[in-house]
């Protein structure tokens, strides 16, 4: 399995620096061109080891790299919505992988009914990226 695959993208990377998570990972999103400023490359890569021992770089700019294991660290095993004040409903965490489409599915869903909250991605990093980023928005964690 590709590196990329098991990272959350760049794209969602970004929007979850954006939303202020924290940039403290196993692997980062380095701007490849802050590496060799004499170059016109300016492309993003992957890399490894702490912000901070990164030479040559300015490390405000590195991005957190998500592993799988980091996001799934970092998702709740439940959460709670509001729906009808004053009752709280409790949605419980599932993770699929669909066979025909081959995408990973990321869902709180209700223990006493069909109703859930549902990301999807192509891989299982961006799919739980995904959900980390709607229960953010949402004042969900």
Known sequence: MKLEQQVVSLELAKKMKEL??????????VNV????????????GIWRGMKDEIL???????????????????????VWLL???????????????????????????RKDDQDFIDERAKT???????MLIYLKENNLI
């Open 20 to 29: 202020g998570f924290e940039q403290e990972s196993y692997l980062y999103w």
């Open 124 to 130: 299982e990093a961006d799919a739980r990226a995904k």
């Open 33 to 44: 061109k802050s590496m060799q400023p004499q170059s016109d490359v300016n492309f993003w």
């Open 83 to 109: 729906n009808e004040p004053p009752f709280k409903k409790q949605y419980l965490l599932t993770i699929n992988r669909y066979t025909k489409s081959n995408d990973w599915s990321v869902s709180y869903v």
């Open 56 to 78: 040559g770089v300015d490390v405000s700019k590195n991005i957190s790299a998500y592993t799988v294991a980091e996001l799934g660290e970092m998702l709740p095993a439940e």
